[in-house]
């Protein structure tokens, strides 16, 4: 007890305000366990269209806001499976009297596809914009960037995931923020945008340098625009980015014909979840009103580590959080680069790994 007491005399007001702000932001998180908050993303009675929806987590998605009440439109480019998928999310409805359902083919990689597809959700939707904007198309080819081609599949990545999701942003707010569009009232229920990046754009590993830039892209203009939007009070619209880690999906099988075999090995610490899986806890981080939108642990550490000047969720738990990131990656980075260093030293130069693809 004595020396107790001569410990916490003794050490420093720092440790102790530490201490402190850590023991506030678990007794804050447990108590948002308890207390019930309100639904930051209401969507029954409103028009959610999502890009990228006919497969993989796009498609359970939509499954699931059709399950919650939303008029639904699914955008992507193969007709055959936008029809089969409209089907399932039909099939889904709260309430299927009221509720629509609506299919756009588009390729997201088309410059200024967007605006055409705006449009024509206008149009069928009784000439009003849809509420809510999810930007889920994207694809991914793994591959070691020395490799023939690696630049040219970046640059594809970039099309899709990054221009895909940024033209149909800009496309969207021009309809949300025109001066004609303003709401009537300032409680008006915000609009919604959201972007798909994925775990890879908080934390980079070996293989995926076509494709983790085009995810990053998104990071940065969602930061931007998320101050941005401030310039018009009178159109509130909410930004969000959701951060997947490996998804079991359509997308995910395609990929891993090309991914390296190294990068198979470091990516197995974070264990794959299905579609729907990966899409409820989508959903129930943007009812909590989340900004970013990780939905798993690892993805939820990976975020405190890079929050930088970013919008943050909660003040306390984020910066607490952050703190000891730079601990944990000192090993993480350790670990991961001995594993990578170790591969080379049985495996060999790169050039002698078995062909892929
Ligand atoms: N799978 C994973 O491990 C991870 C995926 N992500 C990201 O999550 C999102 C969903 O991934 P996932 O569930 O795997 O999806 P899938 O790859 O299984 O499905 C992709 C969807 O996007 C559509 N799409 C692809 N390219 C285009 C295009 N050029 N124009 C229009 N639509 C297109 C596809 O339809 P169609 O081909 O008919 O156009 C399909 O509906 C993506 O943004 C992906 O980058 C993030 C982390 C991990
Ligand atoms: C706190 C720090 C912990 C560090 C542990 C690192 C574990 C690495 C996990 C990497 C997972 C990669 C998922 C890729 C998803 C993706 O976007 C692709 N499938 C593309 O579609």
Redesign the pocket.
Known sequence: MESLHRALLNSSWVSLTAVGVATLAVVMGLLSLFVASKNHFPVEGRTVLLTGASEGMGRSAAIQLAAKGANVIIVSRNVGRLEETLAEVRAAAKSPSTQRFHYISADVAEPDYAAAVIAEAIAWNGGAAPDIVWCVA???T?MLWAEDGSVAAARRNMDVNFFGAADMSAAILREWLAPENASKSPYAEPKHLIFTA???AL?A?VG?AP?TPS?WAIRGLADTLAMELNLYPNHPVRVHVVY????VSP??AR?NQTKPDITVE??K??PPETPETVARRAIAGLEKGQYFVAVSL?GK??QA?IMGGSPRNNWIVDTVLGWF?PV??FF?LKV?NGQVLGWARKHGHPSTYPKKG
């Open positions: 994207g694809m991914s793994p994925s775990v890879l934390f590993i995926y494709y995810k997947p880690a490996t998804i997308g995910l990929e470091l990516e610490d974070e690892l550490l990976m580590g990131m944990v990656y993480v991961m």
